[in-house]
């Protein structure tokens, strides 16, 4: 999914930047990440933002922070439905003063 959206950049120096901030290794989008996108995609979430979420679920993370405020309504509409929850920046900053 990174490869797709560093494609869509237009801004080289913004991809090159964007780029830079990635982990060396990307998650595969394997078979079970695919099942569990689709079953995000049922709920209403974009495929692109499906399978971000899938991803943050199965690396277990904390918290997932987004600016994209119709994902973050979208994942409180759902949040007993996700395994990871799902906040809009200026949530994370209030609830996580001194944890970035």
């Known amino acids: ?30 078979t079970d990440l ?8 049922s709920f209403g979430f974009k495929p692109a ?13 904390d918290v997932l922070v987004t600016t994209d405020d119709r994902l973050a309504r979208r994942a409180r509409r759902f949040a007993n439905r996700l395994r990871v929850r799902v906040l809009d920046l200026l949530s994370f900053v209030t609830e996580y003063p001194h944890d970035y």
């Open 34 to 41: 695919r099942r569990r996108a689709k079953e995000l995609i």
């Open 49 to 61: 933002d499906a399978v971000h979420l899938a991803a943050a679920e199965r690396l277990e993370v």
């Open 1 to 30: 999914m990174m490869r797709i959206e560093l494609k869509a950049i237009a801004d080289p120096e913004r991809r090159r930047k964007v780029r830079a901030l990635l982990p060396r290794r990307l998650l595969p989008l394997d």
